[in-house]
């Protein structure tokens, strides 16, 4: 339901942009998160919407990542710029989707819910 990709190999102080985008459900104005999880450590989130449109970053990202949607393209992004070393990790998005579908007796089911994408690899290093 979540593709994230956009994931590989920069060096330090380069960028790259992620994506994110759903598939059998919408983003709508719900709430979407970047997550990252480098080796040996927990899932960190490092960027976040919430459904009033307001972001939040932690410290360790802050004016470095920036993320956007484009709910015509059903999409996130996540663009990293000043990448450093300690950026490398594995980043996984993760979104309440707007679902709609019908029963097998025919009855619409309008629900939503939450999931993860698969994660992208993201390597910073010279």
């Known amino acids: 339901q979540l593709q994230a990709s956009g994931g590989g190999l920069v060096q330090p102080g380069g960028s790259l942009r992620l994506s994110c985008a759903a598939s059998?459900?919408?983003?709508?104005?719900?709430?979407v998160g970047w997550y990252r999880q480098a080796p040996g450590k927990q899932r960190e989130l490092v960027a976040a919407?919430?459904?009033?449109?307001?972001?939040n970053y932690p410290d360790s990202v802050k004016g470095r990542f920036t993320f956007s949607r484009d709910n015509d393209e059903n999409t996130v992004y996540l663009q990293m710029d000043s990448l450093k070393p300690e950026d490398t990790a594995v980043y996984y998005c993760?979104?309440?989707?707007?679902?709609?579908?019908?029963?097998?007796?025919?009855?619409?089911?309008?629900?939503?819910?939450?999931?993860w994408g698969q994660g992208t690899l993201v390597t910073v290093s010279s």
């Open positions: 059998g459900g919408t983003f709508s104005n719900n709430a």
């Open positions: 993760n979104a309440d989707l707007n679902v709609f579908y019908y029963l097998p007796d025919g009855t619409p089911v309008a629900a939503k819910y939450n999931y």
């Open positions: 919407i919430s459904s009033a449109g307001v972001t």
